[in-house]
């Protein structure tokens, strides 16, 4: 079964001039934020690869052959899944090169093995996102489409047309797509209005449609892989704080270019994060945290002067039914004029990497992601709800990823990835449990009591991921044996109706 990635390659040759080739020289790849150096030789037939190697840059790749001058590129950057093709002509004690020109062309070159978008770093500090979730970025595939209700099901991202259920979301190699399915985002925690990952902690995202590589599968929609940043050894981070608000939104009428715009009831979402990465030991170990506060509230005000019923003073009879609850059967249905739907979040990344030694380097990230999000109908000219007919939501996520990228010699290398996502969301209901009563009133209604869906509602979520690719060189030829492996235990208590439900005709 193919899975994702999170790495990039570089590929090529090395020859002379008259087209000889050069085996035996020495290929090497720093990375140059974090000091760490990817080396390897070229084989009998002039071919070297590098595996495993960390997306991002600016790398610094020199060539070198003895009796040659030396060749060096600077400031190469790599994409998510790319292998980037590079060919070198080596001068003999000739004057060094200033650069290296390489063109590349086709489908399927290595940087592009198929129908694929990379959303690189500044794209993810450029492009203008509502919500900082995934789909604001995903939307750049022109496959996309977002809140197709036939291939989404309200809300969520699919790709071709295949509905968004059918997605895989890898971060760092571990599964992180909603496996039981019921958020429409595709993501856990959408059930409550909550991104998986913040934008500030991500340095790339790869959306693969049908790709021609065996390490990318295991969906019928769209592969959505990401990577987090890591820590340099130069210490940096940054401080933000994002707001929306009545005064800045509104409806834009179309039906005449002159038509006054009509504000939005007052609402509020903020967003407070704070971001740093920098070295623990220089070239060795570095460390990368982010954090992220979300508080919005949504108004659902219910309007009197809209409302269909027959009743003539809607505000009192309202008034007049609450207070029966009350005195009769010690119930609050809570208030009816506005019950905002409020979200409270919470996001915590932490990520270490280790450049062990020029084989080896590890990394360890884990994530939490808490919400507790209170959700109101929307009332309307036919419809009153009190604010107990609601619910909350309270969601956690767990993540945690491993990955060791092992390249042992010219010829072999490794990727290992274990990953471990425990999801809990828990249901409940707004106030006590009560049976939910609908009264009509001629063309419209009114409804009071308990949500009939909320009162045993509770998903667990756990997946372990375990992932690895041992990668064989031989000549022109990448032989890959890999295995990807996703262990689920899912518990799931849903009862409907657990309170029963009146509903009154006249």
Do not use: C
């Not at 934020?33 to 600016?58: C, D, R």
């Amino acid at each position: 079964m193919g899975q994702g990635t999170t790495s990039a390659r570089i590929t090529g040759y090395v020859t002379d001039e008259a087209g000889e080739v050069l085996p035996g020289a020495t290929i090497q790849a720093t990375h140059t934020p974090t000091g760490f150096k990817y080396a390897t030789v070229s084989n009998i037939e002039g071919l070297f690869t590098l595996n495993n190697v960390n997306v991002g840059g600016p790398y610094t790749i020199v060539v070198s052959y003895t009796g040659f001058t030396n060749i060096t590129m600077n400031d190469v950057f790599l994409n998510l899944g790319q292998t980037l093709s590079l060919d070198f002509v080596l001068k003999e004690n000739i004057t060094e090169l200033e650069g290296v020109t390489i063109t590349a062309g086709g489908l399927f070159d290595g940087n592009k093995t198929g129908a694929e978008t990379k959303v690189t770093l500044e794209d993810l500090q450029t492009i203008p996102t509502s919500d900082r979730g995934f789909s604001d970025y995903l939307r750049l595939t022109p496959q996309a489409n977002i809140g197709n209700a036939g291939a989404t099901n309200s809300g969520g991202i699919s790709f071709a047309g295949i509905n968004n259920r059918f997605n895989a979301i890898f971060i760092d190699g571990a599964v992180n797509n909603d496996v039981f399915g019921l958020a429409n985002s595709g993501t856990n925690g959408g059930q409550a209005g909550i991104s998986p990952i913040s934008p500030d902690a991500l340095e790339q995202i790869q959306v693969v449609l049908a790709p021609y590589d065996v390490t990318l599968g295991g969906f019928a929609g769209g592969g959505i892989n990401a990577v987090t940043r890591s820590g340099t050894n130069t210490f940096e981070g940054s401080a933000y704080f994002f707001t929306r608000n009545e005064n800045l939104s509104g409806k834009t009428p179309t039906d005449h270019p002159d038509a006054e715009r009509t504000k939005l009831a007052p609402f509020s979402s903020k967003t407070y994060g704070l971001r740093l990465g920098g070295p623990i030991v220089k070239d060795k170990l570095f460390f990368f945290f982010n954090a992220e506060v979300q508080r919005d509230e949504n108004p659902r005000p219910f309007v009197a002067n809209d409302y269909n019923g027959n009743s003539t003073d809607i505000v009192g009879d309202l008034e007049a039914i609450r207070n029966k609850l009350i005195n009769t059967y010690d119930y609050d249905p809570g208030g009816y004029l506005d019950n905002p739907q409020t979200t409270n979040g919470e996001k915590v990344l932490i990520k270490l990497d280790w450049n062990i030694n020029e084989k080896h380097k590890l990394s360890a990230r884990h994530s939490y992601v808490n919400a507790d999000t209170e959700i109101h109908p929307t009332p309307n000219s036919n419809t009153v709800y009190y604010g107990n007919a609601g619910y909350v939501f309270p969601t956690t996520t767990n993540s945690t990823a491993i990955e060791l990228k092992s390249n042992f010699s010219n010829k072999i290398s490794n990727n290992l990835i274990l990953g471990r996502t425990k999801v809990v969301d828990d249901r409940d209901i707004l106030g006590d449990p009560f049976p939910q009563v609908i009264i009509p009133d001629g063309n419209a209604q009114i409804v009071v009591g308990t949500d009939n869906f909320s009162y045993s509602n509770i998903v667990d979520q756990e997946i372990y991921t375990l992932t690895n690719n041992l990668n064989i060189y031989k000549g022109k030829h990448t032989i890959t044996i890999g295995t990807h492996n996703e262990l689920f235990s899912i518990k799931n208590l849903f009862t409907i109706f657990s309170t029963p439900q009146y509903e009154y005709f006249f």
